[in-house]
């Protein structure tokens, strides 16, 4: 059973940092492409970066140069580094797994999700 359990939200100022861990379990973490979404209030569920398992690495232009995404596949984890946060960047954020270990994920399994604010 496929299980991401993601953690590392808060409340936070803005031009603050946060760091979001997902916690990996029944799969192949090594295999895996990973992904970090986020949903606004009101607004559809949106790509923030992904990390193939090779290491290639994708973000979305609005997180470019902000935020990091790495892994550490000994600790079936993958990190979102966020610093520079604005108040845009207020959502749940999700983490998500794609059996697809390339560029071209289908995402498979979805975590619940953890809350970020950025405060003005």
């Known amino acids: 059973q496929v299980q991401l359990v993601e953690s590392g939200g808060g409340l936070v100022q803005a031009g603050g940092s946060l760091r979001l861990s997902c916690a990996a379990s029944g799969i192949i973490f090594s295999t895996y492409t990973m992904g970090w979404y986020r949903q606004a209030p009101g607004k559809q569920r949106a790509l923030v970066a992904i990390i193939t398992s090779v290491g290639s690495t994708y973000y979305t232009p609005s997180v470019k140069g902000r935020f990091t995404v790495s892994r550490d596949n000994a600790k079936t984890t993958v990190y979102l580094q966020m610093n520079s946060l604005k108040p845009e960047d207020t959502a749940v954020y999700y983490c998500?797994?794609?059996?697809?270990?390339?560029?071209?994920?289908?995402?498979?399994?979805w975590g619940q999700g953890t809350q970020v604010t950025v405060s003005s």
């Open positions: 998500t797994a794609s059996s697809r270990g390339d560029e071209n994920p289908r995402w498979d399994s």
